[in-house]
């Protein structure tokens, strides 16, 4: 039985983070022992982790911190691929590599379009530059779609088609299954179509454009309609503040990071994505997989990619209101049949996810 180790800085309510427990789950328990590597086991998603999962706990949340207690991980010998997510998790992995005296084989992945990352703090100045150094030493190099695949070659100067595409897990039988859970408070309040954005409060996520068209939306709309953005982050106060200048706070809710967002997607008329820039946007593909019609930025990267391309007028420019507003309006008036989105779905799935990097252990490394 082989042994893979995902290896994430913390378990909080992102959408990498997610991945890793959708991976934890979907392993083939015959064949893979899967082991979780955190830099602290706390935040939302500590209590989905499976109970026969082996949980390495590091203790040090900053990554800076993270290559002693790896290097002691690898010489045990605990793992024979350790497959690490995140920038500032790769390169620490890729660190306790070279000082190891011996290491499984390593794959990392790489979750964002790497050209139109800027990052939030200053460390993140220096993702760019150690990535193109340390990514080279890694066994394997994975990105979550084919663009943004193409983009990392380029910016970090990797031999073309190195780096290999495996889509996310995102799509199991479970999905469906919490999205047909009872509906609870603060959903049973909104009447009317409800718009739901998901993500990250931050400049990424790009919520304010999608307020923004809400307000055109509302201000349209002769029937009730109500946004509800479901996520934490640095962008909280902003985001309020604008729908108080709006006077919009009784028709947006921003309620907070929920344990189970699918019942949510279940219950809304239309999903919105809204960023400036994504790898494989995994919120999208749960919603998607709900059933709930969809309307995503052409950002960079994955959207493209997972919209069909017949359902390619559900893209719209990043950042463009009014464009976002129409198209809005547009779909809420003429939603697709849920089951094409369902079908579209298909390969984001679970096993789909687990047998390609099960797959990584057949290949011989770089």
Known sequence: MKRIANFIPSLSGGGAERVVVNLLHAFDRTTVRPILITGTTSGPFANKIPK????????????????????????????????SHLSHANIATLRA??????RPAIAVVEHMTMSAYRGQRFSDLFIKPLARRY????????????????????VLSLPANSVKTIYNPVVSPELEKHANEQVRSPL????????????????????????????????????????????TGEQQATLE?????????QAITLAGFQ???????????LFVLSSRWEALP???IEAMACGTNVISTDCPSGPREIVPERFHRHLVPVGDVDCLAAQMQQILSDPVDPQEWITATRQFSFVHAANAYSDLLNHKSK
């Open 241 to 249: 503040a604008l729908i108080a200048r709006l006077d919009l706070t």
């Open 188 to 231: 049973k309040q909104f009447s009317g179509k409800l718009v739901l954005g998901v993500g990250r409060l931050s400049k990424q996520k790009d919520f304010s454009t999608l307020i923004q068209a809400f307000s055109k939306l509302h201000a349209q709309s002769k029937s009730p309609v109500h946004l509800a953005i479901l996520g």
């Open 97 to 102: 590599a070279r000082k190891a005296s011996r």
């Open 259 to 269: 344990d189970n967002p699918y019942v949510w997607m279940k219950r809304a008329d």
């Open 282 to 284: 995994t919120a999208l």
């Open 52 to 83: 026969d999962v082996e949980v390495i706990d590091l203790k040090t949340p900053r990554m800076r911190h993270a290559t002693r207690p790896l290097i002691k991980i690898m010489e045990s010998q605990c793992a024979d691929l350790l497959v």
């Open 135 to 154: 990514y080279p030493e890694a066994d394997h190099v994975i990105s979550v779609s084919y663009d943004a695949a193409r983009d990392l070659e380029q």
